[in-house]
């Protein structure tokens, strides 16, 4: 017996796309297209490629969490911990239309850091690789159009 997905219609049930769905519906964050988000976010916002070698900074992030963060005394936190980026995960907030990027990072042993150019391609590739249209809904704000009385996208 198919499940109907709530539409006219029965198609099967995916058990896959449910569950991610449900994740949606409780995360409320929506996974957006690269090359949209870097439109939205702007030409000056910069995001390193996954396998990137960064340095993460425990204090940085502190400043910003909605939490107060405590480093205890007794532990000696590095001030930069060398990381590689292992997943990227380009993101819009449930109510405010908001675009974020959840990095994941994999720390690094010393002697794995190197921070070579030489393989790094860019985020202009990145907008050669699709021509698939898409598209995405932001609410404008008083800033957005605060530049003339126009709204433009590069």
């Known amino acids: 017996m198919a499940r109907t997905n709530g539409c006219s219609g029965t198609r099967p049930y995916n058990k ?3 569950k991610e769905l449900k994740k949606m519906l409780i995360d409320g964050n929506r996974d957006v297209d690269p090359q949209l988000w ?3 976010a702007g030409g000056m916002v910069q995001i390193p490629e996954v396998n990137s070698n960064i340095f993460y900074f425990p204090q940085g992030h502190a400043e910003h969490a909605y939490q107060l963060v405590h ?3 007794a532990f000696k936190n590095p001030s930069q911990i060398p990381c590689r ?4 995960h380009y993101r819009d907030g449930p109510h405010t ?3 974020y990027a959840k990095l994941r990072l994999v720390p690094l042993h010393v002697r794995e850091v ?4 030489d393989d790094v391609s860019g985020i202009d590739n990145m907008f050669e690789t699709k021509n698939k249209c898409q598209s995405y809904m932001k609410i404008l704000t008083p800033s957005d159009a605060n530049n003339g009385g126009g709204f ?3």
Request: aromatic residues 14%; charged residues 25%.
């Open 16 to 18: 896959k796309k449910d």
């Open 38 to 40: 870097h439109v939205v």
């Open 71 to 73: 480093f205890p005394a």
């Open 85 to 88: 980026v292992a997943a990227i």
């Open 97 to 99: 239309y908001e675009v």
């Open 114 to 117: 190197s921070f070579d150019d």
């Open 152 to 154: 433009s996208c590069p």
